[in-house]
């Protein structure tokens, strides 16, 4: 079946800019996660949605990030007033919600560049 | 709060040589650990994880790794890598009470002919 898969693949921007980066899991997946990858910080947690809601937005690294995720399938990621520090390839990754051990997909990720 | 070292960024290894990628984790509480690769230009695949009982997990592609508590680390290993096994390896741990992971800073393994 289908992956997960994340638009755009690439997206090139200007400072101060904001951008939105979407996410469609694998079906029937409740569990989703953004992460970002990042040459100075390595992988890094986002946050984490159960169905519409998100119990976990720890990683959200400042108040220009935030995310949505509507009917249980499609987040999106958006960052306001981009700053070049945002650069970073976002991965996007799901899993089926029920069980601790469970297996997170990931995505090929956006990758974003801040000019 | 948990954190992973993979202690070596590169790893240059001959075609049909063995390896081996440490990874040690901390966590004040019991973790589940994982090993994922990442190909160029891919995403991320799970290779292999570590739930509970028997410390030596096997994977995919002929990898395998050991759970060893009271060392706290999980290596990674094959007995003789090929070309094609050249990526990025990450090491993970997830404790049981959260869903997020915490990812290592990578090991690049280069595969020479």
């Known amino acids: 079946g289908a992956g997960v898969s994340q638009s755009p693949s690439n997206k090139v921007t200007e400072k101060g800019k904001d951008v939105e980066l979407r996410c469609d899991p694998i079906?029937?997946?409740?569990?989703l996660y953004w992460y970002r990858q990042s040459l100075g910080q390595g992988l890094e947690f986002l946050i984490y949605?159960?169905?519409?809601?998100?119990?976990?937005k720890s990683g959200l690294p400042s108040d220009r990030f935030s995310a949505e995720r509507t009917g249980g399938s499609v987040s999106t990621l958006t960052i306001q007033r981009t700053q070049q520090e945002d650069s970073a390839v976002y991965l996007c990754?799901?899993?089926?919600?029920?069980?601790?051990?469970?297996?997170?997909?990931f995505g090929p990720g956006t990758r974003l560049l801040v000019l | 709060a948990q954190s992973v070292t993979q202690l070596d960024s590169q790893v240059p290894v001959f075609e049909e040589a063995p390896v081996e990628l440490r990874c040690n984790y901390s966590?004040?509480?019991?973790?589940?650990l994982f090993w994922y690769v990442q190909y160029p230009n891919q995403g991320l695949q799970l290779l292999l994880k570590?739930?509970?009982?028997?410390?030596l997990v096997k994977g995919i592609n002929g990898f395998e790794a050991e759970f060893n508590k009271s060392q706290t680390s999980f290596h990674l290993r094959k007995p003789s890598v090929h070309i094609s096994d050249t990526a990025e390896y990450f090491c993970a741990v997830r404790d049981t009470g959260r869903r997020a992971l915490t990812f290592g800073s990578g090991t690049r393994l280069q595969v020479q002919p």
């Open positions: 570590y739930l509970s009982g028997s410390t």
């Open positions: 079906s029937g997946h409740t569990a």
């Open positions: 949605f159960q169905g519409n809601s998100a119990p976990d």
């Open positions: 990754a799901s899993s089926k919600g029920g069980g601790p051990g469970e297996t997170q997909y």
């Open positions: 966590s004040s509480v019991s973790v589940y």
